[in-house]
């Protein structure tokens, strides 16, 4: 009897160590989730937005990050702590492969009008349509950031590549897929674009309306800023559209930004004549025609409660510190009279 009641009660200690233990390997299963980083496929990680998407994210320090890129390896991305992963616009097997090896769980999505889709209203839209239907065959897609335009469907169709992010906005919504939109109007960053012709040179800021028109504007580090949130509270911005918008400025304004965060006094020029925006690039001068005459309509005010610090020019100009020929910007104290320009700055009337 005593032999069975040690046994007996060996038993019930054991059952009883078995299920704390088990208890203990649930709570530490639960804690490592809770604990684990999502993986991030940044599309268009080399680009004016995405490239600021993969550095907000790292800053961030919540996620793995995972820049597609065509160019494998690749320093830009090296440089930022971001693994980059083959890619290439229009083909689902490379997108399938992105998200496989990245092991995505959410997507920073873009699509290239301008390069991949050579400005072709269908080719654009296809790119995208492939993109969301991988992300659906894979089947592990929490969330995904879709990087559109601001008043998307109030421009004419002859602005083409705001009509494509329209269509493709419409494509994400029926997917099924949990999504959020960022809109964002015209970037501070067109105002040192070298790969357009238009770098940011020592006593000239220019781009493609007269000093008159007042635009809005946004920098790309407060489109990542808000891509940031996005990604880390999707529950609470699915199937939201937030426009990004910094600032509402003319050319003369910009210039004084400018002259005040270099030291040097500036003026507003045209980067592109109207005339030659129409022959050679007819999307653009579709565009500028609707600034002109409508403009953009989004909130600064309500972008500001998501993304409090965004920038203006001067703020921009600031942070950048310097020209596009790597010269660093040499401020003045207030009262101080600016610089005169170079005398070989080159003029464009």
Known sequence: IQFNSILGGRSKRTAE??????????????????????SILVIGSTGRV???????????NDFSVFGATRTVPNKKLED??????????????????????SNATMVFMVTDFWVA?????????????????AMKEIGTIE????????????????????????????ELKLSGLSYSVLRPVAFLENLDDPANMNPLTKGTVKCLWD?????KMVACADIAKAAVLMFKDPKKFQGQIIDCVGCQVNGDEIAQALSKASGVRCVWQISLPRPLQYLIIPDVYYMVSWFYEVGYSSSIEEFKKIVPDAMG?????????????????????????????????CSIQ
């Open 17 to 38: 160590e078995s299920s704390t233990g088990w208890w203990i390997s649930c709570l530490r299963i639960v804690m490592f989730r809770s604990k684990e980083t999502k």
């Open 50 to 60: 995405g490239t600021e998407v993969c550095k907000a994210l790292k800053v961030a």
């Open 80 to 101: 930022m702590g971001v693994k980059a992963i083959k890619f290439e616009f229009g083909s689902m097997e490379s997108m399938i492969s992105a998200l496989k090896e």
């Open 117 to 133: 889709a050579n400005q072709k209203f269908d080719v654009e839209v296809s790119h995208g349509m492939m993109m969301i239907q």
């Open 143 to 170: 969330h995904v950031v879709f990087n559109s335009v601001a008043d998307a469907e109030k421009t004419p169709p002859e602005v083409q590549h705001f009509a494509t992010k329209l269509k493709l906005e419409e």
């Open 211 to 215: 000093a008159s028109l007042t635009l």
């Open 313 to 345: 020019p001067f703020e921009w100009f600031q942070a950048k510190g310097q020209w596009n020929n790597g010269d660093k910007f040499s401020p003045k104290p207030d009262g101080e009279p600016l610089d005169d320009p170079a005398a070989d700055t």
